[in-house]
């Protein structure tokens, strides 16, 4: 698990492979990850947007920006969290992502970016 903090805000990522929905002889690698957001600060908040890198060992960097996450822009008060599960497609067995979420602090409505730490996408049989 990687983990980091911006403003208070913690986010932490733990990722899978999925060997069952993957087909290394066509180059698709299937992963999925776990983010847990979860706000130590002292505000309430509220996700707007996302905007991500996904590096895909080989291949271009993509960019990919959306509303909220998985369908939704969660309001977290002081010491709640929202957890998610999300997935990524790879040409390769081995990638990395990173990006920031774009939040608003609901008392005041400014805007700010909190850091998804980067994490590795690597299918197991690369590990040996």
């Known amino acids: 698990m990687v983990k980091l903090i911006t403003e208070g805000i913690v986010v932490s990522v733990e990722t899978s492979y999925l060997q069952e929905y993957s087909s290394p002889a066509q ?10 957001i979860e706000n130590n600060g002292q505000h309430t908040v509220q996700l707007l947007s996302r905007h991500w890198f996904i590096h895909d060992a080989g291949y271009e960097m993509k960019e990919v920006d959306g509303e909220g996450v998985v369908g939704n822009q969660p309001i977290l008060e002081p010491g709640q969290k929202h957890i ?8 390769s067995a081995l990638g990395k992502m990173h990006g920031y979420y774009t ?26």
């Open 27 to 36: 180059n698709h690698y299937v992963f999925t990850y776990k983010i847990t």
């Open 84 to 91: 998610y599960v999300s997935g990524c497609n790879l040409k």
């Open 103 to 128: 939040m608003e602090r609901i008392v005041d409505g400014q805007l700010f970016d909190v850091k998804i730490p980067e994490f590795n996408l690597i299918a197991e049989f690369k590990l040996n």
